[in-house]
């Protein structure tokens, strides 16, 4: 069993997953953070399937980019229950998951990264990085991409529908991507735990792409 975590956003979810299929994923909505939450919500996740935290072969989170208390609550849940019970964890880009929604060669996946900024990257079917993952006006980033034919990958792409009219990549394929993760995060952890990189809990750490308000202010 697979139990991957999300929490990188206030919309997030969890998902049990075992012999190759995803058992169940949960929708979690918590504006206030996830912090209150998420244990009964995974305990509860457990009982309905028979199962205990001794029966989970990994722990998968998300490791970013998102809000950074967020993501620091789920990678710290999934490190702190691999520890105890021995198991290893995967963690995942959030824009690589959004990529593995795809069915195009070249992947563009995007998320607001607000301040009018997005996070996004490009990926390749197999799910390897073409470009970094950074944060951008929408408009730059797209100036970095190639002009060859890609997909975007969003939540919601109609606030940068109209900025791609007068470009390259105006008759681009969009794909919406549901907000729900944590489905998509157990099945990739399962490939990544059997090609062997799974990791311990002590070497994973967050993806945050930006730096903390606390850090740029002191670095100003």
């Not at 058992?23 to 996830?34: D, N, Q, S, T």
């Not at 993501?71 to 593995?100: D, M, N, Q, W």
Request: hydrophobic share 50%; aromatic share 8%; proline share 7%.
């Amino acid at each position: 069993m697979i139990l991957a975590l999300d929490t990188a956003g206030e919309f997030g979810s969890l998902a049990l997953y075992s012999e190759g299929a995803v058992l169940e994923e949960i929708p979690l909505y918590a504006p206030e953070g996830f912090s209150g939450i998420l244990f009964p919500q995974i305990e509860a996740l457990l009982a309905r399937h028979g199962a205990s935290y001794p029966d989970i072969r990994c722990f998968a989170a998300v490791s970013g980019p998102g809000a950074f208390t967020g993501l620091r609550v789920g990678l710290a849940a999934a490190k702190g229950l691999a520890e105890a019970t021995g198991a290893p964890v995967v963690a995942l880009s959030r824009l690589r998951l959004l990529a593995s929604f795809g069915t195009h060669p070249l992947r563009a996946p995007l998320l607001d990264a607000r301040r009018g900024q997005i996070y996004g990257a490009l990926y390749d079917a197999q799910g390897n990085l073409v470009t970094p993952e950074t944060v951008d006006v929408f408009s730059s980033w797209l100036e970095t991409l190639p002009a060859s034919r890609l997909e975007f990958l969003a939540h919601d792409f109609t606030p940068f529908a109209a900025a791609i009219e007068a470009t390259p990549f105006a008759n681009s394929p969009v794909t919406l991507v549901p907000r729900s993760l944590a489905g998509a995060l157990a099945t990739l952890a399962a490939i990544e735990l059997t090609l062997g990189r799974a990791q311990d809990p002590a070497a994973i750490d967050a993806n945050y792409v930006r730096r903390s308000d606390a850090e740029q202010m002191w670095t100003t």
